[in-house]
């Protein structure tokens, strides 16, 4: 046994998963992410199995001076969940979600996707807030806000978050809740990875069970924008509705001469009784001509994996995003010039409502700062070609620039990429001292760095 390889067999005898390095056979497995934009290769990959191999991961970065990456679903666009020569925490494994139906509570372990989550809450009627394609994960969304089909009636993800249990940077574990260590569990509720690997998080849960929902298509046109941003300030908070401008799906529900074409899309989840679904599909009839259409009731789970086969992982993906409290003709203008030159058939703007529930969490109660927001823009280019990196990327940074004037300073950081980290402050606004704060007590030599990163 030579001296250099002495510190990792510790670590391998620390941990009951797998600690895979260069020269493993299932390394290029391993280092892997959703985006194939960041093909990185880090010195040694964790796949933790429980709290204390992610503690022994985090001592093991911090003592060996290796920048640490933490991944959950591996959805980061900005490819935070891998890093060049340095340590990744893999929670992949640890993905068991516990429910209590009388509580109306469930427990997910931090490696859990929201496909797990819906498939463990469902079978008791029960869900909240997730993200709408099912192989996300439950910890990088919740932890950066969480928007989805539910947020106008049961708020953001992290409004629903009721605690979590957090390996700091110290390698300790830390329970928090509203009562123990209040300062952390603020700052997990929309400060991102900033605080330490959460190996678990607890939800309140609400009866949710069918949903009736799916997709509305209509041609790309402002009045359908218009209409649409009506739609969500008239409508019940059962309704939600994301407006997609994308190009047209080749599905059977779209007519052939549609397949290519710019399009927008409401793409609707109504949680209310099957008895309103006519009067839901009445008022999508009223936002324009509709060109194709795919609305039936389903099962909450599975709205949430109708695009999942359209964004597997091994894409290349770049993304901006902004927050705005209207809709207003400017910013509808800058979508449909965009909109008509999307680059790819999985490249898409989607302009999630958050408002309802949403608005009744104070700016200050939680670290999530835009509470008067009632849009968030994700504007995301997707190719499968490097040739065409250079040119989709200054096609999103572009459509950003152009929109910048019709929206607010900050932004949904797990919209942003990368290159957004002179957005921090703004994306955080008026919380971002107490999250400076809370940074400085919890992760003082800023060891989780990979993110939206509030520096200590
Ligand atoms: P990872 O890459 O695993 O993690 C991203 C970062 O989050 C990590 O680097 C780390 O900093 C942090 N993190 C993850 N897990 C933990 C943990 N347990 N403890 C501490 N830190 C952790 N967002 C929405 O709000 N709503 C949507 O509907 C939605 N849909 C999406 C669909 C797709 C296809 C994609 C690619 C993204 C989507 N997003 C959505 C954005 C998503 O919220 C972010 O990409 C988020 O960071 C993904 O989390 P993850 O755990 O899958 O990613």
């Known amino acids: 046994m030579t001296t250099t390889t002495e510190p990792l067999d510790t670590l391998r005898g620390a941990v009951r998963g797998t600690v895979v390095t260069r020269g493993d056979p299932s390394y290029d497995v391993s280092r892997r992410v959703y985006n194939a934009l960041h093909d990185r290769r880090p010195a040694v990959v964790v796949h933790a199995v429980d709290a204390a191999d992610v503690s022994a991961a985090v001592r093991y970065a911090r003592e060996h001076a290796l920048p640490l990456a933490v991944r959950g679903g591996s959805h980061s666009v900005a490819g935070f969940g891998t890093v060049d020569d340095g340590l990744v925490v893999d929670l992949s494994r640890m993905r068991g979600v516990r429910v209590d139906p ?62 979590a249990d957090v390996v700091t940077a110290e390698g300790t574990l830390v329970a928090c809740d509203a ?131 359209q964004l597997p992982p091994g894409l290349r993906h770049y993304w901006k995003g902004r927050f705005s409290r209207e809709l207003s003709d400017g910013a509808i203008d800058v979508h449909m010039e965009f909109g008509g030159t999307m680059p790819s058939m999985e490249s898409d703007t989607a302009i999630f409502p958050i408002d309802g529930a949403c608005h009744r969490v104070g700016p200050e109660e939680t670290a999530f700062a835009y509470r008067d927001a009632v849009f968030s823009h994700s504007i995301g280019a997707t190719w499968t070609d490097p040739a065409d990196s250079e040119h989709d990327i200054a096609w999103t940074r572009a459509y950003d620039e152009a929109l910048r004037p019709h929206t607010q300073e900050g932004g949904y950081v797990n919209f942003m990429d990368a290159d957004d980290q002179d957005r921090t402050r703004g994306n955080y606004r008026q919380n971002w001292d107490r999250l400076r704060t809370v940074k400085r007590r919890y992760d003082p030599d800023n060891v989780f760095r990979l993110n939206q990163n509030i520096v200590p």
């Open 179 to 309: 009562e123990r260590h209040p300062d952390l569990f603020w700052a997990l509720r929309g400060g991102g990875g900033n605080f330490g690997v959460a190996v678990s998080l607890a939800y309140r849960l609400q009866p949710v069970s069918d949903v009736f929902g799916g997709l509305s298509c209509y041609p790309l046109d402002g009045d359908v924008a218009r209409a649409w941003a009506r739609l969500i300030a008239d409508s019940p908070e059962e309704l939600n509705s994301i407006l997609v401008i994308a190009l047209g799906p080749e599905e059977p529900f779209l007519p052939e001469r549609w397949h290519g074409r710019p399009i927008c899309a409401a793409f609707t989840c109504f949680s209310g009784p099957e008895t309103e679904d006519g009067k839901v599909l009445a008022r999508l009839d009223g936002l324009g001509p509709v060109v194709g259409r795919f609305m039936e009731r389903m099962p909450y789970p599975v709205i949430n994996t109708l695009f999942d086969e």
């Open 102 to 163: 009388e509580a109306r509570t469930a427990r997910a372990a931090g490696g859990a996707t929201w496909g797990d989550f819906n498939h463990a809450t469902h079978a008791f009627g029960l869900a909240t807030t997730g993200g709408v394609v099912s192989t996300t994960g439950v910890g990088g969304l919740t932890l950066g806000g969480g928007m989805g089909h539910l947020a106008r009636r049961s708020g953001l993800s992290c409004d629903n978050l009721v605690a």
